[in-house]
């Protein structure tokens, strides 16, 4: 197990990509794809069973990727290790309790990254257990394990990004919301913010500088779930 351990290194998506790898980025396809449409789907049904129904009705309460994938924001994130997928739309006054499931629509997303990743970390040190009781070798097999390995640490990726306290990311909410009663100073954080979010995404591209040193935190909960699981770290 210790060879995916060895490339972990190598998961330099939120860390900050020097070069584009084409091979790597086809690795990371799946998790990426996986963890945006669980993040969004997830947001459209908490926001559904808040009370509002905009999200049902755009057909965003459902696991197919297409619905939830914005192209350059796809783009962006396999060759420059940031994007986005398309936001899930609500009406504050349609919810039951608007200021307390904003929070809930805005935690379910990262929260259920994480979830994903715990789900796949059961999953590839189940796989990898049954595979050395028969002596199972595959290449084939070995490549999607190392895609597992991959979205594990994508969708932790995931959780952790989105908890950052900027507009607009989800943290954002959880962190603010309560000046929500103050519109005036809400509505300029989030048109004031959002754009300092970009020109810091835009400095950490063209300076390579990791703005956000969000990768420690990322590896201690891949590599602390995955031993958790019964990996031998």
């Given at each position: 197990?210790q060879?995916?351990?060895?490339e972990?290194?190598?998961?330099?998506?939120?860390a900050?990509?020097?070069?584009?790898?084409?091979?790597r980025?086809l690795?990371?396809?799946?998790?990426?794809?996986?963890g945006?449409?669980?993040?969004?789907?997830?947001?459209?049904?908490?926001?559904?069973?808040?009370?509002?129904t905009?999200?049902?009705?755009q057909?965003?309460i459902?696991?197919?990727?297409?619905?939830?994938?914005?192209?350059?924001?796809f783009?962006?994130?396999?060759?420059?290790?940031?994007?986005?997928a398309?936001?899930?739309?609500?009406?504050e006054?349609?919810?039951?309790?608007?200021?307390?499931?904003v929070m809930?629509i805005?935690?379910?997303g990262?929260?259920?990254?994480?979830?994903t990743?715990?789900i796949?970390?059961?999953?590839l040190?189940?796989?990898?257990?049954?595979?050395?009781?028969?002596?199972?070798?595959?290449?084939a097999?070995?490549?999607v394990?190392?895609?597992?390995?991959?979205?594990?640490y994508?969708?932790?990726?995931?959780?952790?990004?989105?908890?950052?306290p900027?507009?607009?990311?989800?943290?954002?909410?959880?962190?603010?919301?309560?000046?929500?009663?103050?519109?005036?100073?809400y509505?300029?954080?989030?048109?004031?913010?959002?754009?300092?979010?970009i020109g810091?995404?835009?400095?950490?591209?063209?300076?390579?500088?990791?703005?956000?040193?969000?990768?420690p935190?990322?590896?201690?909960?891949?590599?602390?779930?995955?031993?958790?699981?019964g990996?031998i770290?």
């Amino acid at each position: 197990m210790q060879k995916y351990l060895k490339e972990s290194e190598k998961l330099s998506l939120f860390a900050g990509m020097e070069t584009f790898d084409l091979w790597r980025s086809l690795q990371f396809l799946p998790g990426i794809i996986i963890g945006l449409t669980v993040h969004e789907f997830c947001h459209a049904y908490v926001a559904r069973q808040c009370g509002d129904t905009t999200s049902e009705e755009q057909g965003r309460i459902t696991l197919n990727p297409l619905k939830h994938i914005d192209i350059v924001g796809f783009v962006f994130l396999i060759v420059a290790g940031f994007g986005w997928a398309k936001p899930v739309q609500f009406n504050e006054s349609r919810l039951k309790n608007p200021r307390v499931d904003v929070m809930k629509i805005a935690a379910a997303g990262p929260l259920s990254n994480a979830a994903t990743a715990i789900i796949l970390s059961v999953i590839l040190v189940a796989s990898e257990e049954i595979m050395a009781i028969y002596q199972f070798q595959n290449n084939a097999v070995q490549v999607v394990m190392q895609t597992v390995f991959s979205a594990i640490y994508i969708n932790w990726g995931l959780f952790v990004f989105n908890l950052i306290p900027l507009p607009p990311l989800d943290g954002s909410h959880l962190a603010f919301n309560s000046l929500r009663k103050f519109p005036a100073l809400y509505g300029a954080l989030y048109k004031y913010g959002s754009f300092l979010f970009i020109g810091l995404i835009l400095v950490s591209f063209i300076t390579k500088t990791n703005i956000f040193p969000i990768w420690p935190v990322i590896r201690f909960l891949a590599e602390g779930f995955l031993s958790l699981a019964g990996m031998i770290i």
